[in-house]
T-cell receptor, first 114, second 118 residues
Framework: AQSVTQPDIHITVSEGASLELRCNYS??????LFWYVQSPGQGLQLLLK??????LVQGIKGFEAEFKRSQSSFNLRKPSVHWSDAAEYFC????????????FGKGTTLSVSS | GAVVSQHPSWVICKSGTSVKIECRSL??????MFWYRQFPKQSLMLMAT?????????EQGVEKDKFLINHASLTLSTLTVTSAHPEDSSFYIC??????????????FGPGTRLTVL
């Protein structure tokens, strides 16, 4: 079955500390992978995406993610977290086939302590 | 970049009434639009996929007669919640695929519509 697992429901990180949010996927075809961020009551903002090529992708706001096929993982990282990064983060997987929807993980809530 | 809007951003209605939510792609033509539903503190769940000019494809468990989807043009899809009840209260998010960007399945999300049914 196709699925996305985000093992951590809630993470608290000190401001200035590094961050890693985990994402594992199960997908039958070549996966296209995404990370989105959602602030309370808001829509989704795309942080970064992986289609092919370099397995380390850079996104907006200083985020990066690494695709590891052998581990079926696409973990999101940031070297230094800012208070404004507190939000809900969703990992998603989709197919290359046009017209197919994305499958989302359950999300990880990030809290940033001062 | 590609922009998707939703209207209204929030709506409160009485039980038994119908509510229409619009999803528009502002600067591209969307051959396919998706409607998701998100309950508080939960992830997005796909409700249906709509392709311009054809009937929507609903996910298992989603009542097509209750959630009417119309995708009459390449820039507009509507979701109508008919005879709404309190359990329909949720955050509804649409996404649109830019049919002009090769074959890649990249989607752009609207800001969402908060529906509260009293």
């Amino acid at each position: 079955a196709q699925s996305v697992t985000q093992p951590d429901i809630h993470i608290t990180v000190s401001e200035g500390a590094s961050l890693e949010l985990r994402c594992n996927y199960s997908y039958g075809a070549t996966p296209y992978l995404f990370w989105y961020v959602q602030s309370p009551g808001q829509g989704l903002q795309l942080l970064l995406k992986y289609f092919s090529g370099d397995t380390l992708v850079q996104g907006i706001k200083g985020f990066e993610a690494e695709f590891k096929r052998s581990q079926s993982s696409f973990n999101l990282r940031k070297p230094s977290v800012h208070w404004s990064d507190a939000a809900e983060y969703f990992c998603a997987v989709g197919a290359s086939q046009a017209g197919t929807a994305l499958i989302f993980g359950k999300g990880t809530t990030l809290s940033v302590s001062s | 970049g590609a922009v998707v809007s939703q209207h209204p951003s929030w709506v409160i209605c009485k039980s038994g009434t119908s509510v229409k939510i619009e999803c528009r792609s502002l600067d591209f033509q969307a051959t396919t639009m998706f409607w998701y539903r998100q309950f508080p503190k939960q992830s997005l769940m796909l409700m249906a996929t709509s392709n311009e000019g054809s009937k929507a494809t609903y996910e298992q468990g989603v009542e097509k007669d209750k959630f009417l989807i119309n995708h009459a043009s390449l820039t507009l899809s509507t979701l109508t919640v008919t005879s709404a009840h309190p359990e329909d209260s949720s955050f509804y998010i649409c996404s649109a695929r830019d049919g002009g960007i090769g074959s890649y399945n990249e989607q752009f999300f609207g800001p969402g519509t908060r529906l509260t049914v009293l």
